[in-house]
């Protein structure tokens, strides 16, 4: 979870300190003894550069990988490859932003590392004065478009399962019942799994899900690999209406925002997170790499009839299909467990404060179990999984992923350092332009799709 953390006991890097002292606001500060936040972290902050690395794919590599088929059935072969390294460039931009802006930050109001939201809010607070003001709003923002987005996953992860047990089961033989019966059955899993209070609980079956995940990604690659259709057979580009759907999928997939600043904020070294190679761009050169791999031979396997998960297209009467979708719905309720605690932390945040002390035990489990039911119950009343990916990037990740970084360096670099011409100015004005475009048009045609599948 995000959170400030108060200063502790400082721990020295000597090997890292001079290029420590260079990150303190850029070289900028004149101070014969800055303040470098890494110094300031907590001792059980020891993440490597190489740990950092590792967690950023495994976050990044999400559920997200087998979407990409879909996205490119909206945009074609060719336009979804420019487009995949497109939307992955932007990303990495956005996320470099944020955190170079965290990192200085730290330096202005000596903290040694900041989430997500705060920083939304201190940039603000310490921003011009006529900004300062909106600070509350900035982070309240952010926080909820971090919660939503994971509810909206929440949603998606429910669908997954249930669609991947439905074909198994008429596969066999089971019971012919709808997606919707399965979504709700998914209930006796997640009520009692959701009721885990406690992270290091779940580590043991974290680690095993990373295993069966990546087996299912080559199971479902392989297949895509074994007879592919020619080339032409598969349009490289579509209509322009298809575009808003393919950047709310691919931003669905690929945005991984929420999960930087906890990372970032864990590393012993954080000056190499940014930078040339550094952690974030090998990440995000690995991931668009692997989505736009994935999204190319799915989409072009099995063409207009690929699902919003990839497995769901293998084949019915294969057993090593059969497995691969019953690895992937283990990983999927194991992932809901653990995404599932943004919202909650966000959500409780705001009501401990209200709730007696003596009552917390059970205000928490109620909680809990509200979130599950809504989610379980949201994903019933629309059992599609494409609807849910397209809706939840085209709103909380436009949001939370493109405008709201490029917002929070404007205000921190107003009054001190724009750039030749403000083109820092101009290129963020863009970026918002974009993620407006991609919400307004990602929405349309969400709901309107919505409209017709009732």
Same mark, same amino acid.
């Given at each position: 979870?995000? $959170?400030?953390?108060? !200063? =502790? =006991? ?6 890292? *300190?001079?290029? @420590? ?13 800055? *303040?470098?936040?890494?110094? #300031? ?47 992955? &460039?932007?990303?990495? #931009? ?71 047990? $439905?074909?198994? +089961?008429?596969? *066999? ?8 019966? /399965?979504? %709700? ?12 209070? $406690?992270? @290091? ?20 690659? *392989? ?15 579509? +209509? ?5 759907? &393919?950047?709310? !999928?691919?931003? /669905?997939?690929m945005e991984g925002i929420g999960v930087v600043m906890p990372i970032e904020n864990e590393m012993t070294k954080p000056h190499q997170f940014l930078g ?8 995000? !050169? %690995? ?35 059969? !497995?691969? @979708? ?47 039911? &809504? ?51 101009? $290129? ?5 332009? &974009? ?9 349309? /045609? ?9």
């Amino acid at each position: 979870m995000e $959170k400030v953390v108060d !200063t =502790p =006991p400082i721990k020295k890097d000597s090997d890292a *300190y001079s290029s @420590k002292i260079e990150l303190a606001y850029n070289g900028s500060r004149e101070d014969l003894d800055p *303040y470098v936040p890494a110094d #300031h972290r907590p001792l059980e902050s020891n993440t490597s550069s190489f740990g950092a690395l590792a967690h950023l794919l495994k976050a990044s590599l999400g559920s997200g990988v087998l979407a990409m088929p879909l996205a490119f059935k909206n945009a074609g072969l060719l336009v979804g490859v420019v487009g995949t390294m497109i939307i992955g &460039f932007i990303c990495a #931009h956005v996320i470099t932003v944020l955190v170079k802006t965290s990192q200085q930050l730290c330096v202005e109001i000596k903290r040694p590392c900041l989430g997500y939201a705060d920083t939304c809010d201190l940039v603000f607070q310490n921003g011009p004065t006529s900004v300062r003001k909106y600070a509350p709003y900035a982070r309240e923002l952010a926080d909820w478009a971090l919660a939503v987005t994971h509810l909206g996953a929440c949603c998606v992860y429910v669908v997954v399962v249930a669609e991947s047990f $439905k074909q198994v +089961s008429d596969v *066999y033989g089971g019971p012919n019942w709808s997606v919707t019966v /399965f979504c %709700a059955l998914t209930l006796v899993i997640l009520i009692p799994l959701t009721q885990i209070t $406690k992270l @290091k609980y779940l580590v043991p079956f974290s680690a095993m899900a990373n295993f069966v995940w990546l087996t299912s990604i080559c199971i479902s690659i *392989y297949y895509c690999l074994r007879s592919p259709p020619s080339l032409s057979s598969r349009n490289l580009s579509t +209509s322009i209406s298809g575009l808003p759907n &393919f950047i709310s !999928t691919s931003l /669905f997939a690929m945005e991984g925002i929420g999960v930087v600043m906890p990372i970032e904020n864990e590393m012993t070294k954080p000056h190499q997170f940014l930078g040339c190679p550094g952690v974030l761009n090998i990440a995000m !050169t %690995a991931v668009v790499a692997l989505y736009a791999f994935v999204g190319f031979s799915g989409y072009l396997n099995f063409g207009e009839g690929v699902r919003g998960s990839l497995t769901l297209n293998l084949p019915q009467d294969e057993i090593l299909a059969q !497995t691969a @979708k019953i690895l992937v719905a283990c990983v999927m309720v194991l992932s809901y467990a653990l995404i599932f605690y943004v919202p909650v932390d966000v959500i409780w945040r705001r009501l401990q404060e209200k709730i007696p002390a003596r009552s917390h035990r059970w205000g928490m489990a109620g909680l809990r179990l509200f979130g599950t039911l &809504f989610t379980v119950g949201l994903a019933c009343a629309i059992p599609r999984l494409e609807l849910f990916m397209e809706l939840v990037g085209a709103v909380c990740l436009s949001i939370m992923g493109l405008s709201l970084p490029a917002i929070v360096e404007t205000v921190w670099r107003w009054g001190k350092d724009l750039g030749p011409y403000h083109w820092i100015l101009w $290129k963020n004005c863009l970026i918002v332009l &974009f993620s407006l475009v991609a919400l307004v048009s990602g929405v349309t /045609f969400s709901i309107k799709s919505m409209i017709d599948n009732l």
